[in-house]
């Protein structure tokens, strides 16, 4: 799996919008939806790479594609 370093919780967000998801709510966590998927995103500053990683993956994005959205 390609590296990817910390990210920025608001950078993460932005990117994921980017690819089609929206908001469904927030706390201390965010959840969002592009209607097939559900991804939850901490409010951390950076969010762990292993965890934005499996995010990622979740969403159904490559690292690759995820560090061009940023």
Do not use: C, Y
Not at 21 to 34: L, N, S, Y
């Amino acid at each position: 799996m390609p590296k990817l370093a910390g990210v920025n919780h608001k950078r993460a967000i932005n990117a994921f919008k980017k690819s089609g998801f929206w908001i469904i709510r927030q706390g201390k966590h965010i959840t969002m939806t592009d209607g097939e998927r559900i991804i939850t995103i901490p409010r951390s500053n950076p969010v762990n790479s292993f965890t934005m990683a499996g995010i990622v993956k979740d969403a159904g994005l490559t690292i690759e594609k995820f560090k061009k959205l940023i």
